[in-house]
Antibody, heavy 126, light 108 residues
Framework: QITLKESGPTLVKPTQTLTLTCTFS??????????VGWIRQPPGKALEWLAM???????RYRPSLESRLTVTKDISKNQVVLTMTNMDPVDTATYYC??????????????????WGPGTLVFVSS | EIMLTQSPGTLSLSPGERATLSCGAS???????LAWYQQKPGQAPRLLIY???IRATGVPGRISGSGSGTDFTLTISRLEPEDFAVYYC?????????FGQGTKLEIK
């Protein structure tokens, strides 16, 4: 059974760096056909994909946020960590950790998100 | 970046009725790499459909996906009380992945 859970601060100040941890079970990120990603949802708004990391340590970021995002994995802890620098009030959202299944075609990964964590709400305010 | 436009924004129907939700893409979605998710209040989204028409594990047969190119449809043949929620489409044939703005399916 695959489960994921996000953890991190509920409140960050503008300009600070957000660090979120996804702790998962039921799979390992050192086996093929596995990806873990991050998606966020501002209150009352739509979903926005942020980043992915794969079993082979390939990474993909949303281009408009790439300069602010870093995703890493710790195989021994079954964790994926997302950092986002220079936080702003517009970054207030529920942040979801997701497990992806993908097709590998045209030399890249193409993911759909089949398991989701419950999400963690992050407020950005001074 | 591919933009996805969902219509209608809100759909008011009664249990037992048929629901048709649309998702239009600003560019062709390669290989029908289009997914649908259901989200209930206070919950994370749930995968319903991927590959345009492939049901995810545990999704009932009354829910189906169709379409290709730039036009995709989610159909719920006979609405059950648990189907009333917000539905999102997502394309994953081009980076960055994008979601539609959602269709709220509410009880009439």
């Amino acid at each position: 059974q695959i489960t994921l859970k996000e953890s991190g601060p509920t409140l960050v100040k503008p300009t600070q760096t957000l660090t979120l941890t996804c702790t998962f079970s039921g799979f390992s990120l050192d086996t093929r056909d596995v990806g873990v990603g991050w998606i966020r949802q501002p209150p009352g708004k739509a979903l926005e994909w942020l980043a992915m990391i794969y079993w082979d340590d390939q990474k993909r970021y949303r281009p408009s946020l790439e300069s602010r995002l870093t995703v890493t994995k710790d195989i021994s802890k079954n964790q994926v960590v997302l950092t986002m620098t220079n936080m702003d009030p517009v970054d207030t959202a529920t942040y979801y950790c997701v497990h992806s299944t993908y097709d590998f075609v045209w030399g890249s990964y193409w993911d759909w998100f089949d398991y989701w964590g419950p999400g963690t709400l992050v407020f950005v305010s001074s | 970046e591919i933009m996805l436009t969902q219509s209608p924004g809100t759909l008011s129907l009664s249990p037992g009725e048929r629901a048709t939700l649309s998702c239009g893409a600003s560019q062709i979605v390669r290989s029908n790499y289009l997914a649908w998710y259901q989200q209930k209040p206070g919950q994370a989204p749930r995968l319903l459909i991927y590959g345009g028409s492939i049901r995810a594990t545990g999704v009932p047969g009354r829910i189906s996906g169709s379409g290709s190119g730039t036009d995709f449809t989610l159909t719920i043949s006979r609405l059950e009380p648990e189907d009333f929620a917000v539905y999102y489409c997502q394309q994953y044939g081009s980076s960055p992945y994008t979601f539609g703005q959602g269709t709220k399916l509410e009880i009439k």
